[in-house]
């Protein structure tokens, strides 16, 4: 009787501690341990080949989480494909470069043959970025697991997603208004490790940029002239790493931020503003702590608006609502 409350009080302060409600609903570190043990090896095998196959998806299947967890919450509103009543999240304008869905696919067939509608979409695609972290020279950390997908997927919702013109100041009210410090914002920015933009993306940085300048004086001239260079074609698909290691999770972004070579006007204003340069400095000259701080405000996304029990469903298909 002792032991069984003594054990009941650890179980909760366990649960506590970890931030989540009760009851059988709640998401869970260990959720699938008994439903789908094999999950995490799945996924961890599955995001290793396609990486192995095609490095430079490491950044669209880590953008994939974030446009999934900002718009209707972390429920794999993203992977939904259009149909002739409905269009989706990934049609606006704003899923640009989102790519790797062939990546989440193949895993849901793996986990349906191993162990049939139990994992949601919303849990793979987490699990998925998580890996992508780790298995691109990131830190590696543990997710809780149970969320839900979503029924909802539509173009309109995407006006939402932060814009690449914004400040630093307007980037810490649209962060602050889910829920994230400046530290969060400025940590998650540095996804920005991975991958690349294309001209579409940062164009107006280049010419007529103001009444006094032509190009954006926040740039550094050199890196003006290799900006103008990859969008001379006039392709606006044209691609830019956002730093030197595209597909090396590291801390080279905050260091070209420091160097006046943030590709978006969002990248460069976390150093130009006093109120986030100190943040940039640290994880510039600490890659350890960037790291710790980018794990911890990466669980902190994965659990936004997360539907939990009833509240959503497990996907049969990724693409289709059930
Ligand atoms: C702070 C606000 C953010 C803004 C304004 C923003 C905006 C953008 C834009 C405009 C692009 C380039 C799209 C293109 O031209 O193809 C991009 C790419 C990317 N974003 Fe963000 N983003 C933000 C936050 C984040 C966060 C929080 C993450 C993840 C933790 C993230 C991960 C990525 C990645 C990995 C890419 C590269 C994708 C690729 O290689 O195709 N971003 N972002
Ligand atoms: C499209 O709309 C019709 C009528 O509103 C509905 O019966 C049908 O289920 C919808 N189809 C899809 C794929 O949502
Ligand atoms: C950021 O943008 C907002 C809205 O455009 C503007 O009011 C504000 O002055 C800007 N802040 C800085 C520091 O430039
Ligand atoms: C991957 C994907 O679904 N891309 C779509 C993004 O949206 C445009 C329209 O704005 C579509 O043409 C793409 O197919």
Known sequence: MIIRFLLGLILLREMVAGGFRFGVDALSMNYYIMTCPMIEGIVRNAVSSALQDDPTLAGPLLRMHFHDCWIQGCDASILIDSTKNN??????????????????????????????????????????????????????????????????????????????????????????????????????????TLGVARCSSFKTRLSKFDATHDVDPSLNPDFAKTLSKTCSSGVDKAEQPFDDSRNDFDNLYFQAL?????????????????????????????????????????????????????????????????
């Open 87 to 192: 269009t989706a999240e990934k049609d606006s304008p704003g899923n640009l470069s989102l790519l790797g869905f062939e990546v989440i696919d193949n895993i849901k067939d793996q986990v349906e043959d191993q162990c049939p509608g139990v994992v949601s979409c919303a849990d793979i695609i987490a699990m998925t970025a998580r890996d992508v972290v780790f298995l691109s020279g990131g830190p590696i950390y543990d997710i809780p697991k149970g969320r839900k997908d979503g029924r909802r997927s539509k173009i309109e919702d995407t006006i939402n997603l932060p814009f690449p013109t914004l400040n630093s100041s307007e980037l810490i009210r649209v962060f602050g208004q889910r829920g994230f410090t400046v530290q969060d914002m400025v940590a998650l920015s540095g996804g920005h």
């Open 258 to 322: 420091q160097n006046k070579a943030g590709l978006l006007t969002s990248d460069q204003t976390l150093f130009d503003s006093p109120r986030t340069r100190g943040i940039v400095n640290g994880y510039a000259m600490n890659q350890a702590l960037f790291f710790l701080d980018f794990q911890r405000s990466m669980v902190k996304m994965s659990l936004l608006d997360v539907k939990e029990g009833s509240k959503g469903e497990v996907r049969r298909d990724c693409r289709k609502i059930n």
